[in-house]
Nanobody
Framework: QVQLVESGGGLVQAGGSLRLSCAAS????????MGWFRQVPGKEREFVAAISWSGGNTNYADSVKGRFTVFRDNAKNTVYLQMNSLKPEDTAVYYCAADDRGSWYPTPRGRPYEYEYWGQGTQVTVSS
């Protein structure tokens, strides 16, 4: 089992940057693929980015490619989401999640139901 705690959200102007962090408990963090998702009220949770257990493979939603970067530090049990060139449509609650079967797949998965563990979320608001 793993517990996840996100941080780093906040209010930023369009064009600005934020870095989200997700700290994980447990000694098996390095075996999990990790994902970032986001959700706005009234809409389904959507995939943003994911990274394999080793950090060697990543996967991004088309809407964030070239602007967001996911990376991890297994020594610190932490995964990050660097968000640049933010747009008002990036406003959402951002969640990190752990996929304990992620090592089975070469490309990190991108569907919410494929992830077993979730953080509580952190709000990101981008003003125009």
């Amino acid at each position: 089992q793993v517990q996840l705690v996100e941080s780093g959200g906040g209010l930023v102007q369009a064009g600005g940057s934020l870095r989200l962090s997700c700290a994980a408990s447990g000694r098996t963090f390095s075996t999990y693929a990790m994902g970032w998702f986001r959700q706005v009220p009234g809409k389904e949770r959507e995939f943003v980015a994911a990274i394999s257990w080793s950090g060697g493979n990543t996967n991004y939603a088309d809407s964030v490619k070239g602007r967001f970067t996911v990376f991890r530090d297994n020594a610190k049990n932490t995964v990050y989401l660097q968000m640049n060139s933010l747009k008002p449509e990036d406003t959402a609650v951002y969640y990190c999640a752990a996929d304990d079967r992620g090592s089975w797949y070469p490309t990190p998965r991108g569907r919410p139901y494929e992830y077993e563990y979730w953080g509580q979320g952190t709000q990101v608001t981008v003003s125009s």
